[in-house]
């Protein structure tokens, strides 16, 4: 990555089960994240098995892979969180805030299948997404 990698998320392997090799995600202090497939073939990300991408503006604050296994969910002190939906590249945002410096997210998995985001900001406030 291009700024030093600051944080890591490992996704492992689950065949038969939505996904069928591991991979890992970095994100950097210049908003980049990178995909890396750690199976030779980097069937889901494509021929090489590697994606850069830069959804932020500045800093990444965090990484969290949906249980699902095919969306990421990225903060960032540029005061975003977004969504990647891995099989189509996309990103969306999830939450946008020229008030906050999103410094730290997490998120909780609901029994119906939805999830309720927590985040943080760098004047120590609390947020609910």
């Given at each position: ?29 210049g908003?980049?994240v ?85 985040a ?10």
């Amino acid at each position: 990555l291009p700024s030093g990698v600051v944080h890591l998320q490992f996704r492992p392997q689950r065949p038969g089960g939505g996904w069928e090799e591991a991979v890992v995600a970095a994100a950097d202090k210049g908003g980049h994240v990178a995909l890396w497939a750690l199976s030779p073939e980097g069937r889901e990300l494509g021929d090489d098995g590697v994606v850069l991408t830069r959804p932020h503006a500045t800093y990444v604050s965090s990484l969290r892979w949906a249980p699902c296994g095919r969306r990421l969910l990225t903060s960032s002190y540029d005061g975003t969180v977004r969504r990647l939906d891995v099989p189509s590249g996309a990103f969306e945002a999830v939450f946008a805030s020229d008030d906050h410096e999103v410094s730290a997210f997490d998120f909780a998995s609901g029994g119906g299948g939805g999830s309720v985001g927590y985040a943080g900001d760098n004047a120590g406030r609390g947020l609910v997404l």
